[in-house]
């Protein structure tokens, strides 16, 4: 697009301000939901590490539960405990995790973390 007089060209520079103000607000409101991304990202990181610390004072209660305790009982238990941790692991694959030794020597410390499920 070429523009041939001043005329042209100032009302161009208006139209590409306004397209500019758009992108402003937007990039504001990135930084904003950005931020509030990462609060949440360590808030699940805090209660994933409580929840697998719970899950293993619960493990060793159970391992000190005298034997006239239910079989089935514990049995379920066990298996409820089990599927917890994998749920814990399932949700822990969503969030970024540290980077390896490897990588933090070649790129140092950088998110390489892919948040886009279809990416991954």
């Not at 610390?53 to 089935?72: G, I, R």
């Not at 814990?88 to 886009?116: C, F, H, M, W």
Request: charged residues 30%.
């Amino acid at each position: 697009m070429e523009l041939s007089t001043l005329e042209e060209c100032t009302d161009h520079f208006e139209e590409l301000s306004n397209e500019y103000k758009i992108l402003e607000a937007l990039n504001k409101d990135y930084l904003t939901k950005l931020e509030q991304v990462t609060e949440l990202q360590e808030k699940c990181v805090k209660q994933i590490a409580h929840q697998r610390y719970q899950l293993t004072v619960l493990s060793k209660s159970m391992k000190k539960l005298s034997p006239s305790a239910p079989s089935e009982s514990v049995e379920k238990l066990k298996s409820n405990l089990w599927k917890r941790r994998e749920n814990l692991a399932d949700i822990e694959q969503t969030l970024p995790k540290e980077n390896g030794r490897y990588l933090k020597i070649i790129l140092g410390n950088v998110n390489v973390s892919i948040l886009n499920k279809n990416d991954k």
